[in-house]
């Protein structure tokens, strides 16, 4: 679609609700005015007489659309409440000239953000009631109400983590980005282990002296570890010689007399054996991820996986046989070949093995994955919103509740990620990420590290090297980078 700017250059609002509203559309700049009829967007911003207005002409499928938004003027002494509010003045007027010209509104109304759940935690925070906080989400950012009843779970379940949270406290990530093959749908720096088998050893062998540098670190800050999660890629990639290797370090170099969660993300079913197992148990870790994605062979097919269904099934029974006390099982609606019957009975097949844990999450076309490339035989949104529908009724009915949320671009009816949990089982490492509500520490390629002042309010990001190559290769910077950082966070 054609954008046209004025009065303003908030490129990346448009752009967001431009996403949400129209998926299948890129943004153009052009420097022509567009065809007679031809779809395109005129937004412009103009501030008079302490107030901001907002001004969408939008022309879609050759009919004419236009709509205002206002707010009071933020003036220009806080230059982040300013953006906050103008930026919010013109996505509310593109998604009223939007939404007339679909004749629908999405599921998660004029919010575009990936962290739709700190608004009512900050209303909650605030004092607000819950049903204040709904009220909010319905009326400024027209929110739908199975949508709201999300937010609001999700927020209950970060304010009760972060009053336990301790001031000294951060998480640990650990990733190890190699899989067996590469997923249709996947756009996350992994690497064939087929095509990079011998990289392996010398990654653990990178990973743990970053391991080392960083428990140096944390002991001279009098940091303390609340949770460890190991992600990938597929961690049960590594052998269990590999695994015992990099976990032992772990042990070695930091002190993890403060963690109360240990999660290993085992992932790809045709990875996981007994032996792995039994090493992840032995090191601590109390929490284990199977994602199987669909129970369908089809599905299983047209996503690349090299595994069946039976094989989940005899992955899921090691786990069982190993002990874990939580176990959490991932689900994709929107897959290709997939339908709403076939997610169904996937998602009944899994509630029917009893995780303690199951995220559902919406298939995003990523940047650099064969779907983004191909896009073809994918369920339509609304095929998905029928999955999503069943699965927050069939997990409500089955004793679910939902404890974490996020959304991603180029997701599938503009909808989210859900996480599910028997209570008392929630992942305290995925509220703090995606609430940010302390620092996680990130090793392995890859790895974005986030250090979060919470008084300040502030968050500083270190970045590893993508590629697991580029990482071995550049470990001694990454050391001396771990070994710099100072606390507090500046």
Same mark, same amino acid.
């Given at each position: 679609?054609?954008?046209?700017?004025?009065?303003?250059d908030?490129?990346?609002?448009?752009?967001?609700?431009?996403?949400?509203?129209? $998926?299948?559309?890129?943004p153009?700049?052009?420097?022509?005015?567009?065809?007679?009829?031809?779809?395109? +967007?005129?937004?412009?911003?103009?501030? *008079?007489?302490?107030?901001?207005?907002?001004?969408?002409?939008?022309?879609?499928?050759?009919?004419?659309?236009s709509?205002?938004?206002?707010?009071?003027?933020p003036?220009?002494?806080?230059?982040l409440?300013?953006?906050?509010? +103008?930026?919010?003045?013109?996505k509310?007027?593109?998604? !009223?000239?939007?939404?007339?010209? /679909?004749?629908?509104?999405?599921?998660?109304?004029?919010?575009?953000?990936?962290? $739709?759940?700190?608004?009512?935690?900050?209303?909650?925070?605030?004092? +607000?009631t819950?049903?204040?906080?709904?009220?909010?989400?319905?009326? /400024?950012?027209?929110?739908?109400?199975?949508?709201r %009843?999300?937010?609001?779970?999700?927020?209950?379940a970060?304010?009760?983590?972060?009053?336990?949270?301790?001031?000294?406290?951060?998480?640990?990530?650990?990733?190890?980005?190699?899989?067996?093959?590469?997923?249709?749908?996947?756009?996350?720096?992994?690497?064939?282990?087929?095509k990079?088998?011998n990289?392996?050893? $010398?990654?653990?062998?990178?990973?743990?002296?970053?391991?080392?540098?960083?428990?140096?670190?944390?002991?001279?800050?009098?940091?303390?570890?609340?949770?460890?999660?190991?992600? =990938?890629? *597929?961690?049960?990639?590594?052998?269990?010689?590999?695994?015992?290797?990099?976990?032992?370090?772990?042990?070695?170099?930091?002190?993890?007399?403060?963690? *109360?969660?240990?999660?290993?993300?085992? =992932?790809?079913? @045709?990875?996981i054996?007994?032996?792995?197992?039994?090493?992840? !148990?032995?090191?601590?870790?109390?929490?284990?991820?199977?994602?199987?994605?669909?129970?369908?062979?089809?599905? /299983?097919?047209?996503?690349?996986?090299?595994?069946?269904?039976?094989?989940?099934?005899?992955?899921?029974?090691?786990?069982?046989?190993?002990g874990?006390?939580? %176990?959490?099982?991932?689900l994709?609606?929107?897959?290709?070949?997939?339908?709403?019957?076939?997610?169904?009975?996937?998602?009944?097949?899994?509630?029917?093995?009893?995780?303690?844990?199951?995220?559902?999450?919406?298939?995003?076309?990523?940047?650099?994955?064969?779907?983004?490339m191909?896009?073809?035989?994918?369920?339509?949104p609304?095929?998905?919103?029928?999955?999503?529908?069943?699965?927050?009724?069939?997990?409500r009915?089955?004793?679910?509740?939902?404890?974490?949320?996020?959304?991603?671009k180029?997701?599938?009816?503009?909808?989210?990620?859900?996480?599910?949990?028997?209570?008392? *089982?929630e992942? /305290?490492?995925?509220?703090?990420?995606?609430?940010?509500?302390?620092?996680?520490?990130?090793?392995?390629?890859?790895?974005?590290t986030k250090?979060? @002042?919470? =008084?300040?309010?502030?968050?500083?990001?270190l970045?590893?090297?993508?590629?697991?190559?580029?990482?071995?290769?550049?470990?001694?910077?990454?050391?001396?980078?771990?070994?710099?950082?100072?606390?507090?966070?500046?």
């Open positions: 679609m054609k954008l046209y700017l004025k009065g303003h908030y490129k990346y609002a448009t752009e967001q609700m431009l996403l949400m509203l129209f $998926p299948g559309q890129r153009e700049y052009p420097d022509t005015p567009p065809e007679a009829g031809e779809d395109s +967007l005129a937004l412009t911003l103009s501030r *008079t007489k302490g107030r901001a207005t907002g001004h969408a002409v939008l022309t879609w499928a050759g009919r004419r659309y709509r205002f938004a206002w707010a009071a003027d003036g220009e002494k806080d230059r409440e300013r953006d906050r509010v +103008l930026q919010r003045v013109l509310n007027a593109f998604y !009223r000239a939007g939404t007339e010209a /679909l004749g629908r509104e999405p599921p998660w109304g004029a919010l575009t953000g990936v962290r $739709p759940v700190k608004i009512p935690t900050k209303a909650l925070t605030r004092g +607000l819950l049903r204040q906080a709904d009220a909010q989400l319905r009326d /400024l950012y027209r929110v739908s109400p199975d949508r %009843r999300l937010a609001l779970d999700c927020a209950q970060a304010i009760a983590v972060r009053e336990s949270l301790k001031p000294e406290e951060l998480s640990l990530y650990v990733g190890v980005p190699f899989c067996p093959t590469r997923c249709a749908y996947c756009s996350f720096v992994s690497a064939d282990v087929g990079t088998l990289l392996l050893e $010398p990654y653990a062998q990178a990973l743990c002296r970053e391991i080392a540098a960083a428990g140096a670190m944390l002991a001279r800050a009098g940091r303390k570890v609340r949770s460890v999660y190991f992600g =990938g890629g *597929t961690h049960t990639t590594l052998s269990a010689g590999q695994l015992h290797q990099v976990m032992t370090a772990l042990e070695d170099h930091v002190d993890l007399s403060a963690c *109360t969660e240990y999660t290993v993300e085992a =992932g790809r079913p @045709d990875t054996t007994a032996e792995k197992l039994s090493v992840l !148990r032995s090191h601590g870790c109390d929490r284990v991820s199977v994602n199987p994605q669909s129970m369908s062979e089809a599905v /299983l097919r047209a996503i690349g996986r090299a595994h069946t269904p039976e094989d989940i099934l005899q992955a899921w029974a090691l786990v069982a046989e190993a874990f006390p939580v %176990r959490n099982m991932d994709i609606a929107g897959l290709p070949a997939d339908s709403e019957e076939g997610f169904r009975a996937s998602l009944d097949e899994v509630i029917a093995l009893g995780p303690e844990n199951i995220t559902v999450h919406t298939l995003a076309l990523k940047k650099g994955s064969r779907l983004m191909e896009g073809q035989g994918l369920p339509s609304a095929a998905v919103a029928a999955m999503l529908d069943y699965a927050w009724s069939a997990l009915t089955a004793g679910y509740v939902p404890y974490y949320l996020y959304r991603q180029y997701m599938s009816g503009g909808f989210e990620n859900v996480g599910w949990c028997r209570r008392g *089982t992942s /305290l490492y995925n509220i703090c990420m995606m609430e940010e509500l302390h620092s996680i520490l990130s090793l392995g390629s890859g790895g974005v250090l979060i @002042d919470t =008084g300040a309010g502030s968050l500083k990001r970045s590893n090297p993508k590629f697991p190559k580029e990482y071995i290769q550049h470990i001694e910077e990454i050391i001396t980078q771990k070994e710099e950082i100072v606390w507090p966070i500046s």
